[in-house]
């Protein structure tokens, strides 16, 4: 793998901000515009456009800005090309538009309303709220959909940017898949850091995975060992204090060890009659 991958996600959108009013059950003037208009296509808002200068600055002061990267991938979705743009500098060349790399599909399902999915989808909410790490949306994907799209990412990663620094300018959803992997996550893990509001994945936010020990420079590790997330218009407010964590070794389990993972789903069914 690289030595060094830096996630960001994109500021937030014009979009974002009708979800969130949506959400409240409040309606913005330009709603149905928004909404009529391609999920790739939406453009960042005012505010996404100040994080991401501000993702800049922090950028610049912290990993020697993103013209030190060795490779440099985006999302071809309109508002992480923006973001890239944003925290690169207009002199900065060479941005890799990856389609792998793009925001879930959300289908049918996106672009109906929040305040009328759960009458047109009442199913899919059910499950998006029991189930989220594998319910598909209608036309769209599931979060193991996406996750085959991060797999493939990750073998040219292996093949093309082994020791080297890369960042990548994508999408929340996205960037949650590449926790799940890297961070060797099973679905009951990625879920409840999924539900957790001390790591959501913020707009602009920086996700910095390493081989390199932060200890000691010398100590380069086979495989990604250390992560670090930063909101950086909010640093007070960055999971775990935005320290280095280590990451777990890829697991390997008994038998005993599988059946206590599955306890916290009991059996459903007390008749043990053959049928």
């Not at 209608?138 to 890369?166: A, C, I, K, N, W």
Request: charged share 30%.
């Amino acid at each position: 793998m690289p030595n060094d991958i830096i996630f960001v996600r994109h500021g937030q959108s014009e979009a974002n901000i009708i979800q969130k009013m949506g959400k409240l059950d409040e309606h913005h003037p330009h709603e149905a515009d928004i909404n009529d208009r391609p999920d790739w296509q939406q453009r960042l808002s005012e505010k996404g456009i100040a994080q991401a200068k501000n993702a800049k600055l922090w950028i610049d002061e912290n990993l020697g800005g993103v013209d030190s990267f060795d490779a440099r991938y985006v999302s071809p979705f309109l508002r992480t090309r923006e973001t890239a743009a944003y925290i690169g500098g207009l002199d900065t060349g060479e941005w890799t538009i990856d389609d792998r790399i793009v925001e879930r599909s959300w289908g049918v399902y996106g672009i109906v309303p929040r305040a009328e999915q759960r009458a047109h989808f009442p199913l899919t909410v059910k499950l998006q709220d029991i189930t989220p790490w594998y319910v598909r949306f209608d036309g769209g994907e599931s979060m193991p959909d996406v996750y085959g799209r991060f797999r493939d990412f990750q073998g040219t990663l292996h093949r093309e940017q082994s020791g080297r620094r890369v960042i990548v300018v994508s999408h929340g959803d996205f960037i949650n898949v590449a926790r799940y992997g890297i961070e060797r996550m099973r679905p009951e893990q990625w879920e409840a850091i999924d539900r957790d509001p001390n790591y959501t994945i913020k707009n602009c936010s920086v996700t910095h995975y390493t081989r390199i020990n932060p200890e000691d420079a010398d100590d380069i590790r086979d495989k990604i060992t250390w992560r670090r997330m930063i909101y950086p218009d909010a640093i007070e407010e960055s999971p775990d204090n935005g320290d280095w964590v280590e990451l777990p070794a890829r697991q390997r389990f008994s038998g005993a060890e599988l059946l206590g993972q599955v306890a916290f789903a009991p059996p459903l069914l007390e008749d043990e009659r053959e049928l």
